[in-house]
């Protein structure tokens, strides 16, 4: 099992930007593939975007293309999520998890495992 921790929300103003990280412990971080998930209030935990276990390719859904941008440090076992460009709908818990997929990208919740608390994205308009 991997703990994990996020960090980094906040409140900001649309069209402002936030870095969230995530921490790992507990087993070897470079082995998973990571992904990003967020839920606002009231809606289902929605797929952001996942890295490769070497962070060299990521996948993100289309309404963060081109605002979000994954990546990792597998030396300090971190996971990062840079937020540009923020808008309101952007509003929601942020979630870390890991793959329990080796190779394949997958956007759906049960294809992961272990998650984080979560960190609060609050963008107003």
């Known amino acids: 099992q991997v703990q994990l921790g996020e960090s980094g929300g906040g409140l900001v103003q649309a069209g402002g930007s936030l870095r969230l990280s995530c921490v790992a412990s507990?087993?070897?971080?470079?082995?998973?593939?990571m992904g990003w998930f967020r839920q606002a209030p009231g809606k289902e935990r929605e797929f952001v975007g996942v890295?490769?276990?070497?962070?060299?390719?990521?996948y993100y859904t289309d309404s963060v293309k081109g605002r979000f941008t994954i990546s990792r440090d597998n030396a300090k076992n971190t996971l990062y999520l840079q937020m540009n460009s923020l808008k309101p709908e952007d509003t929601a818990v942020y979630h870390c998890?890991?793959?329990?997929?080796?190779?394949?990208?997958?956007?759906?919740?049960?294809?992961?495992?272990?998650w984080g608390q979560g960190t609060q994205v609050t963008v107003s308009s």
């Open positions: 998890a890991t793959s329990t997929s080796v190779s394949y990208f997958s956007q759906n919740v049960n294809d992961y495992a272990d």
């Open positions: 507990g087993r070897t971080f470079s082995n998973y593939i």
């Open positions: 890295i490769s276990r070497s962070g060299g390719e990521t």
